[in-house]
């Protein structure tokens, strides 16, 4: 056992912090006994405020409609190929009956960034779900607004917001996006809906084209000054549609680490092991749990829409039902010694 390595580890545990240089040696560094310390810290971190429970959140993907053109995103408006949809509201709200029906307390609007669907219909739709589903959690992630755009969705009853920074380096930002997106913006919008009184949900892929140690360095300091509620991790997967088609995947490794990192250094946040890290590795949302992650989230979508949202390409779940996605998930938690959660899962601080 590499004694740096679990002094590094410990130090996360006691001082909630990391420096530059140590970020980088628990990532990279070490073998087999090491990874398995920083995972077993972390999962301890985890099952000391959540007592091995995973939250489930049902995700709708509702529009694949998209204003932006990001390098790395199926759902790209520059991807001819991408064959676009909107759900109607009725289906939407079938797709909420459905998910209470099975269990899902959460609710996940999450689509591009689609001018069709206005403040006024999203606002329609968050009353209109929250009053069939009074006791459920309605979370948007829906990309950039206005703070008067976010406020109103609030008003309507929105819980959540999902927003990944993508990146904290500015340089780096504008390597994966067109010149008229900012990394600047995108990380006040954040503050914006801190500001609302959101649940706050950022993020970040690892392996994009350029990133290194240094920006994954910086993503821990700007989530440190965000104090998010929620972090969204996994693995840059290429889509054949994107400029990014040659780019390697991203490590699954290095996303498995990061969790217990952020596990550490966050204990109480809510940490998804996601889809992409399950389309990465069959296994990888276990792993995830195993490294400190307490929440999945199943796809709810209409199946026969499924395999239009791609934002990368060989996305798990694209063929199967939500009930059959409920139960796989269910088994898989059950088999790894965790047990779903019957309650919202609210950030602690919520409670
Ligand atoms: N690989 C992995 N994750 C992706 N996302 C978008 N495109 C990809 C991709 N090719 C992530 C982004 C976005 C979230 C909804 O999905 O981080 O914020
Ligand atoms: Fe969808 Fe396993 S979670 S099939």
Known sequence: MDNRYKDIVELM???????EEDLAYVLESGGESEREYLFEAARNAADQVFHKEIYLRGLIEFTNYCRNNCYYCGIRCGNSNAERYRLTEEEILSCCDI???IGFK???LQGGEDPYFTDDRICELVRKIKAA???????LSIGEKSYES????????????LLRHETANEEHYSMLHPENMSGAERKQCLFDLKDIGFQVGCGIMIGTQGQTMKHIYEDIVFMQKLEPHMIGIGPFIPHKDTPF???PEGSVEITLRLLSVLRLLFPKVLLPATTALGTADSLGREKGILAGANVMMPNLSPSGVRKKYLL???????GEEA???NQCLRRRVERIGYHVAESRGDHPDFK
């Open 13 to 19: 545990k006691d001082t909630r912090k990391i420096s």
């Open 99 to 101: 998910g209470d029906k």
């Open 106 to 108: 959460t609710f996940v």
């Open 133 to 139: 589903h009074p006791s459920c959690a309605v979370t």
């Open 150 to 161: 976010y406020k109103k969705f609030y008003d309507a009853g929105a819980d959540r917001y």
């Open 245 to 247: 088609r040659d780019e």
């Open 312 to 318: 990368y390409d060989g996305k798990i779940c694209t």
């Open 323 to 325: 009930a059959e996605c």
